[in-house]
């Protein structure tokens, strides 16, 4: 999964346990959304601040419910985000923004399209000549190549064709 789709379902998810703990604390004990809301945060991050009113039966057992949620999502958040860290996600995606800058900030450029036998000759001319260039390749191989010899590379991926 793509790092953005999995901020966005954190996102998601932090909002769908806010909602379920404001609305559940509104219609079980009766508070204004702003209590409701503080409540559910200081719950939610273990802060352990008193509770804003004295809680029912009920509103103990939703804020039980709601600790075991808020906690659940936040081990989630922590392992993902660890886990992009660990794979190398982070570096990789920073790389591939300063790279996208640069290619951005190119004039009176020229794009090599493929790193083959060709490919790499004309981009080693360039590089000598001191001309500015971009590679455009969809091989992952040629890729890695391009990234090793550290030129300026677009990886167009494959199209799907439908028959």
């Not at 932090?14 to 200081?42: H, Q």
């Not at 808020?70 to 989630?76: A, D, E, Q, R, T």
Request: net charge positive.
């Amino acid at each position: 999964m793509n790092w953005e789709k999995q901020i966005l379902k954190i996102v998601l998810l932090l909002i769908s346990i806010i909602t379920y703990g404001v609305a559940g604390l509104m219609i079980i004990e009766g508070w204004t959304f702003l209590d409701t809301l503080y409540m559910t945060i200081i719950t939610m991050s273990t802060v352990g601040y008193r509770e804003v009113h004295p809680l029912s039966t009920a509103g103990t057992v939703f804020v039980i419910t709601l600790i075991i949620m808020g906690v659940g999502s936040f081990l989630y958040i922590i392992t993902s985000t660890a886990e992009y860290v660990v794979a190398g996600h982070l570096f990789g995606a920073l790389g591939r923004r300063k790279m996208k800058k640069e290619i951005d900030s190119l004039k009176n450029h020229y794009i090599i399209c493929g790193f083959g036998r060709v490919g790499q000759q004309v981009a080693a001319e360039l590089k000598r000549e001191g001309v500015p260039f971009v590679i455009i390749d969809s091989n992952p191989g040629s890729i890695e190549r391009c990234a090793a010899e550290g030129y300026l590379y677009i990886r167009e991926m494959p199209q799907m064709t439908r028959s």
